[in-house]
């Protein structure tokens, strides 16, 4: 069982930037891949960005490449995602997953412009 825990959001201007925070606790493997989903109003969740816990491998959505960066911190078993550069489109609901099996309520993210 993995428990995860978002935070960061927030209502930011158009270019502006915001860090969330995945708290997580329980088992996660080595192999697990944590990873970044959002979900905007009458759409869709979607794939933001993602790792392998002790791997590494960062992986983007085309849509963030280059804006967004995700991170952890083993010692706070926090995974992080850092948005710069920040768009409307970019306004959703965003969910911490841990093999997509588990998930966080989700944070939202506003962005005007």
């Known amino acids: 069982q993995v428990q995860l825990i978002e935070s960061g959001g927030g209502l930011v201007q158009a270019g502006g930037s915001l860090r969330l925070s995945c708290a997580a606790s329980?088992?996660?493997?080595?192999?697990?891949?944590m990873g970044w989903f959002r979900q905007a109003p009458g759409k869709e969740r979607e794939f933001v960005a993602r790792?392998?816990?002790?791997?590494?491998?960062?992986y983007y959505a085309d849509s963030v490449k280059g804006r967004f960066t995700i991170s952890r911190d083993y010692a706070q078993n926090t995974v992080y995602l850092e948005m710069n550069s920040l768009k409307p489109d970019d306004t959703a609901v965003y969910y911490c997953?841990?093999?997509?099996?588990?998930w966080g309520q989700g944070t939202q993210v506003t962005v005007s412009s």
């Open positions: 997953s841990a093999g997509q099996i588990f």
């Open positions: 790792f392998r816990w002790s791997v590494g491998n960062e």
């Open positions: 329980g088992r996660i493997f080595a192999s697990t891949l």
